[in-house]
């Protein structure tokens, strides 16, 4: 509807006419959508068969089009025309590059695309794919931010000479699955909120990234800039991506959402531990596996790294005998 009220006063002022989506281009969108469309694909897909662009025959069909299935899963190929052979891969190649003939239902297990071809009369048919899972979703229950670094510490010489000048372009939000199983990110986003008409924080999509699955205890990161996160920290740990926005030096909400539903939403600030502040210790969740979601706004729940440049890769540390108040330290707060 609002392309319609652009397209009216676009041909409008050109034709010094009054135009009307109403008017002029209703009436053309309800034929197009009505009685071209639906049309349209098949003479297409007709004259790209007389041109030999598009085989005859059709591609195979799968009973189930990709998704959430359950552990051991069974896929089902069938084809339409009931003449020629189906092949299908498992690891992403075109079945026309050797793969397996399709004899029996196929078992599925963690997260696989399913690729497959109809072959008749030494032609190929047109390629069906689906992807599906049988990961457990990220939700509350297992996926945490467990460290930040909002305000990395200043600048070495040999970073400088790489050609990184800020210190910001060294921030990283790391992330850990606390649970049993291997989870999936692929609807999971960071996601910037709105203060005052316009967005703060950080904006990422895990399902376009490199990491889209995350095994038990295993942690990844997401940065400012992945050349200048490699130089301080090597090739070492899981980095997904690069996120859009920035950090807030002083007080930030960070927000990670699957789909429309919070997984986590908190603000820190630097004034919790003021090593973090730009002296080149990070914040580290102390409890990362908490079930208690209400513990990352507390400056309590958080510590100061023990080390430089925090600990990226190495969200649940082992446990320390008696060390009862999680800060890595057995002494006299922990008998408290």
Same mark, same amino acid.
């Given at each position: 509807?609002?392309?319609?009220?652009?397209?009216?006063?676009?041909?409008?002022?050109?034709?010094?006419?009054?135009?009307?989506?109403?008017?002029?281009?209703?009436?053309?969108?309800?034929?197009?959508?009505?009685?071209?469309?639906?049309?349209?694909?098949?003479?297409?897909?007709?004259?790209?068969?007389?041109?030999?662009?598009?085989?005859?025959?059709?591609?195979?069909?799968?009973?189930?089009?990709?998704?959430?299935?359950?552990?051991?899963?069974?896929?089902?190929?069938?084809?339409?025309?009931?003449?020629?052979?189906?092949?299908?891969?498992?690891?992403?190649?075109?079945?026309?590059?050797?793969?397996? #003939?399709?004899?029996? #239902?196929?078992?599925?297990?963690?997260?696989?695309?399913?690729?497959?071809?109809?072959?008749?009369?030494?032609?190929?048919?047109?390629?069906?794919?689906?992807?599906?899972?049988?990961?457990? #979703?990220?939700?509350?229950?297992?996926?945490?931010?467990?460290?930040?670094?909002?305000?990395?510490?200043?600048?070495?010489?040999?970073?400088?000479?790489?050609?990184?000048?800020?210190?910001?372009?060294?921030?990283?939000?790391?992330?850990?699955?606390?649970?049993?199983?291997?989870?999936?990110?692929?609807?999971?986003?960071?996601?910037?909120?709105?203060?005052?008409?316009?967005?703060?924080?950080?904006?990422?999509?895990?399902?376009?990234?490199?990491?889209?699955?995350?095994?038990?205890?295993?942690?990844?990161?997401?940065?400012?800039?992945?050349?200048?996160?490699?130089?301080?920290?090597?090739?070492?740990?899981?980095?997904?991506?690069?996120?859009?926005?920035?950090?807030?030096?002083?007080?930030?909400?960070?927000?990670?959402?699957?789909?429309?539903?919070?997984?986590?939403?908190?603000?820190?600030?630097?004034?919790?531990?003021?090593?973090?502040?730009?002296?080149?210790?990070?914040?580290?969740?102390?409890? #990362?596996?908490?079930?208690?979601?209400?513990?990352?706004?507390?400056?309590?729940?958080?510590?100061?790294?023990?080390?430089?440049?925090?600990?990226?890769?190495?969200?649940?540390?082992?446990?320390?005998?008696?060390?009862?108040?999680?800060?890595?330290?057995?002494?006299?707060?922990?008998?408290?």
């Amino acid at each position: 509807e609002q392309a319609l009220i652009a397209e009216a006063i676009r041909w409008g002022d050109v034709r010094r006419i009054q135009y009307t989506p109403h008017d002029q281009f209703r009436a053309l969108r309800e034929d197009l959508l009505q009685d071209w469309f639906p049309q349209r694909s098949k003479i297409v897909f007709d004259q790209f068969r007389r041109l030999n662009l598009y085989p005859d025959h059709q591609p195979p069909l799968f009973h189930h089009l990709g998704g959430q299935i359950p552990d051991g899963f069974e896929l089902t190929l069938s084809n339409s025309d009931l003449e020629g052979d189906i092949y299908f891969s498992l690891d992403g190649s075109d079945p026309r590059n050797g793969s397996n #003939p399709y004899v029996d #239902p196929i078992r599925l297990q963690g997260q696989m695309t399913v690729r497959a071809r109809v072959l008749k009369d030494h032609q190929w048919s047109a390629l069906r794919e689906a992807t599906f899972t049988t990961l457990i #979703p990220a939700d509350q229950t297992n996926l945490r931010i467990s460290e930040i670094n909002y305000n990395p510490g200043t600048v070495s010489d040999k970073e400088r000479n790489l050609g990184f000048d800020d210190n910001d372009e060294f921030e990283f939000i790391e992330f850990v699955n606390i649970s049993n199983n291997t989870i999936d990110l692929c609807n999971v986003s960071l996601q910037q909120t709105q203060v005052a008409g316009r967005s703060e924080g950080v904006r990422f999509e895990f399902g376009a990234s490199a990491i889209t699955s995350l095994e038990p205890g295993d942690a990844f990161v997401v940065v400012e800039n992945e050349a200048a996160f490699r130089a301080r920290y090597g090739h070492a740990v899981k980095v997904a991506g690069q996120w859009q926005g920035k950090l807030s030096n002083g007080v930030e909400t960070l927000s990670v959402r699957s789909l429309d539903t919070i997984i986590q939403e908190f603000s820190y600030s630097d004034n919790w531990h003021s090593a973090t502040d730009g002296r080149g210790h990070t914040l580290e969740m102390i409890r #990362p596996a908490s079930s208690d979601l209400q513990a990352w706004k507390s400056a309590a729940s958080w510590r100061a790294s023990a080390d430089q440049g925090g600990s990226p890769g190495h969200a649940i540390p082992e446990p320390i005998p008696g060390d009862a108040n999680g800060d890595l330290r057995f002494d006299s707060s922990d008998l408290v």
